[in-house]
């Protein structure tokens, strides 16, 4: 890249590039999308309690936006311990009161939950964490497009959470990646 977002630089990630003048120009909008999702949903995140299970591209892109939102306690479920220290700079500049943790025992006691890893596609059936904790006012999410409903999903249902597919994080993004391109895409309603 010849020029990246602020976001992206902190991230340390891009994932739509547009050409201007010979220059390629980055951002990342990973998480932008997954709020502008939620945010449909009727969930608006300021000083609410989050929990990420999975802190790669996918899931930092998400805990900075939700951290940029406001949310005021965030708990990330990362089993590479060396992800750890980058999230804890990237979300602490993000926000810097909001309660930051790594240990998930539980998932009866968070505004929104998501699986931001790959478990659930590719006819795996395992579970990111248990879903036996989960509560009905939770909002359960993933970040796995296909299938729609995943095991995560559908164990969600069975305990009366609301959803949020994969392929809403994506559809969230598609007008911030078309301001990025200079064509005005609406945002899903």
Known sequence: MDEISQRARDLCSVNVVRVENGRLIGDMV?????????????????????????GGGAGAAIAYA???SGANEMIIKEIQTKRHDFLKRLLRNANPEMKLSFELTRLDDFD?????????????????????TLRPFTLVADVVTHPKVTPWLADALKKGCKIQYGIEMAYGQFGFMGRHMGIDIPDPE
């Open 66 to 68: 939700i951290a940029c």
């Open 112 to 132: 929104l939950v998501i699986n931001a890893t790959p478990m659930g596609m590719n006819n795996d059936y395992s579970l990111p964490f248990p879903t036996d």
């Open 30 to 54: 990973d998480g932008l999308g997954f709020v502008k999702a939620v945010n449909l949903h009727g969930l608006n995140l300021n000083g609410k309690k989050v929990a990420i299970i999975g």
